[in-house]
């Protein structure tokens, strides 16, 4: 994959528009795949100095009101297990928790509780959900009381050990409710942490363990920390953090799937105090080692059902529902920090293709475990072609233990990314969804932008700008690198993007002078396109757009256990899955026919029931290709494949609303080419 991004230190090919509202809109130079850095943004400042300037920043919870599908599962999120696990799980339970303790004695769990109540409480603060923020308030008040004099907090066992991963994630808890409501006591909290953690002995501090390849988790907060308060004993302790951190810079410590979504960020987190550009380029090529082995699969995920493993490629390999959700903000984390625009792709491409099927379509039962093929999700064991023994497969709110937790600030966390901060006080889309951005501008004027749309299952995005008087400031779009027509109306007038000196995934800028009533109106054609997955048998994905296609397979759902208010599922086929497709692939469009229901979305359009789009091809059955006794489809053979079975019409509908999904297919071939699936 090439990588289009620019020095912070040189010029940048974005040129800036400054024109009436009445005026003619001109053409920009160039579409550069990373945003431009000029002027720091003066009230949300992102990194203070020495750090390098931060080229978006995260606004502050709240800003944005998610609406559409997005505001939807947040919603079934608080109705569904994330909102009301304390009744689940007995690692939420307040009473006797070792994180309320002022001894730090009592029920602990280690991750599980820091795990969900960060989710949660983003999930409060995002829905403005009054219940949910009273129940976070009340953990993160007796969390902050319970800290020591000399500023450790939790387990008392733990603070023996040294052992801080879980204290990682509770810090995102608190920065977040600091987002909210400015608690004061937050910083000081933090501060006084971060003064113990320099009297950890060197040799104790980030030991061999979870901590020492997530200590990228940590560096964060201590930048957060840092950039709030401006004390210069924290950048001593950022280097010491980075110095104590698994070695991520020079190759990858560990394959296990969590710590690699993790961890991979690591360098490029450093890269801001270091100023040096080596760092950046390790995260990158972390990143394309661990894909272009292992991740060579449609979703944007890769194969790691524990760990990745040598010889486990193919897309029967599922990836962690925790890794979807570390993947989805070390993306957005990316993307603030480098201002490609490749992170939000990426973002994107697992947001809308692997996470919804990761849970039941209410949102009350997750999985362990989400693969591209996946022909049934039963409870029996599949090791060794899944590494752990037991149920990884079925839909139980009450297992899975860390994704049970940790799937909580998934979409939360994707809502407050929707829109950022860029320098010279504007304003970013950078994640297309339904939503209101109210935020400051220019001189310090708040404007609120409303976003119209119903993307990535349409191609249009309408945006309309309130103010209480006229303001410049620069809007900045997405151009995502699957789209290579976009066009953009302002106030009815062509805005030209069609300049082609720039990179594929681009930002397009509009600097002028807006007011109330004026409109953006973004079009990005969506075409159907093929992917060919050489090193998995030459399969193919069927992609338009952002979205990846998967075959449309008949789904019964069977309750299991004794959980009436909170049922497990096991789901079987009920219709074949063992095709092959009949695709030109050199004109996949010429292949398929797309089906687009008219009409409002579905609350819940990820089901194969209410998906709005449809793709309809043709196929032929592969009698040969059956189904494994341990629940899998076979293996895949290579591609292409001599059939002779009746040409058949085919559905395939967005793979992320696909709970069984056929989403890496073999493809029909002639002549000497075309092999005999053994």
């Known amino acids: 994959m090439q990588y289009a991004m620019k020095s912070f230190q040189t010029a940048f090919l974005l040129s800036f528009l400054a024109v009436s509202t009445t005026a003619p809109i001109a053409a920009e130079i160039a579409r550069p795949a990373v945003a431009e850095t000029n002027r720091p943004n003066a009230f949300y400042p992102g990194n203070r100095a020495p750090l390098i300037p931060s080229a978006f920043v995260k606004l502050p919870i ?53 795990y969900w109540l960060k989710g949660f409480t983003d999930l409060g603060y995002v829905l403005n959900d009054q219940r949910i923020i009273g129940e976070s308030r009340r953990w993160i008040d007796a969390i902050i009381d319970a800290q020591r004099p000399d500023g450790y907090f939790g387990s008392k066992t733990n ?6 991963w879980p204290n990682m994630v509770v810090l995102q808890a608190l920065r977040s409710h600091y987002e909210a409501t400015r608690d004061p006591r937050v910083p000081a909290f933090m501060t006084r942490y971060c003064k113990w953690l320099t009297t950890i002995p060197r040799d104790k501090y980030l030991p061999e363990s979870w901590q020492h390849w997530r200590g990228g988790d940590n560096l964060e907060s201590i930048y957060w920390l840092y950039n709030l308060t401006g004390e210069d004993w924290l950048l001593p302790l950022a280097k010491f953090n980075h110095e104590r951190t698994a070695d991520w810079t020079t190759g990858i410590p560990t394959w296990h799937g969590v710590n690699l979504t ?98 039941t379509p209410d949102l009350k039962g997750l999985h362990y475990l989400t693969a591209p093929n996946q022909i049934q999700l039963d409870r029996t064991n599949k090791a060794p072609m899944i590494e752990n023994d037991g149920d990884m497969f079925s839909y139980n709110p009450h297992s899975y233990r860390c994704c049970q937790h940790n799937v909580a600030f998934g979409w939360p966390y994707y809502a407050e990314h929707l829109w950022m901060a860029t320098p010279n006080n504007g304003l970013a889309a950078v994640l297309y969804a339904a939503s209101a951005v109210t935020a400051k501008v220019a001189d310090g004027t708040a404007v609120k932008i409303t976003e119209k749309t119903d993307y990535p299952f349409e191609e249009s995005v309408e945006f309309s700008i309130e103010s209480v008087k006229a303001v ?53 054609p969506m075409e159907i396109s093929v992917r060919v997955w050489e090193t998995n048998q030459n399969s193919v994905s069927v992609d338009r757009g952002p979205l990846t296609y998967s075959l449309l397979i008949g789904e019964r759902w069977q309750a299991y256990g004794n959980y009436e208010a909170w049922p497990a599922f096991e789901v079987f086929p009920t219709s074949p899955w063992n095709y092959a497709l009949i695709i030109d692939k050199a004109n996949p469009n010429a292949s398929f026919q797309v089906s687009q229901k008219d009409g409002k979305l579905a609350r819940q359009p990820w089901t194969s029931d209410s998906v709005p789009i449809k793709l309809k091809g043709k196929g032929r059955r592969l009698p040969q290709w059956q189904q494994e006794t341990n629940g899998m489809a076979g293996l895949l053979q290579m591609s292409p494949v001599r059939a002779t079975t009746p040409v058949e019409e085919i559905t395939l509908i967005p793979m992320g609303a696909a709970r069984l999904r056929i989403s890496a297919f073999p493809h029909v071939g002639e002549g000497p080419s075309a092999h005999a699936w053994k």
């Not at 709240?62 to 690692?91: D, R, T, Y």
């Not at 994180?99 to 280690?110: D, L, V």
């Not at 603070?159 to 801080?164: N, P, R, S």
């Not at 007038?493 to 069609?498: A, N």
């Open 472 to 524: 410049s400031f620069p809007l900045t779009l997405r151009i995502p690198n699957w789209c290579n027509q976009p066009t953009i109306m302002v106030n009815g007038k062509p805005f030209d993007t069609m300049q082609t000196t720039g990179p594929k995934g681009a930002w397009v800028t509009i600097n002028r002078s807006w007011g109330t009533n004026d409109k953006v109106r973004l079009e990005l």
């Open 62 to 114: 709240g800003s944005i009101k998610p609406s559409g599908w997005v505001q939807e599962q947040l919603l079934m999120m608080a109705n569904g297990f994330v909102g009301h696990l304390p009744e689940i799980s007995k690692w939420c339970k307040f009473e006797g928790s070792a994180w309320t303790s002022r001894n730090g004695e009592g029920e602990f769990g280690w991750e599980e509780l820091p």
């Open 262 to 359: 993790q961890g991979f960020r690591e360098p490029a987190e450093y890269y801001q105090q270091a100023h040096d550009r080596r760092f950046l380029n390790a995260t990158l090529r972390n990143y394309d080692t661990v894909m272009k082995k292992y991740g060579q699969v449609p979703g944007g995920m890769f194969g790691a059902d524990e760990n990745a493993r040598e010889g486990y490629y193919g897309p029967r390999q599922g990836a962690e529902t925790c890794s979807m959700v570390e993947f989805m903000y070390s993306d957005e984390m990316l993307l603030g920090i480098t201002g490609d625009a490749v992170w939000a792709d990426r973002c994107e491409e697992i947001a809308f293709n692997s996470l919804p099927a990761s849970m």
């Open 159 to 164: 603070a023996v050990t040294f052992d801080i």
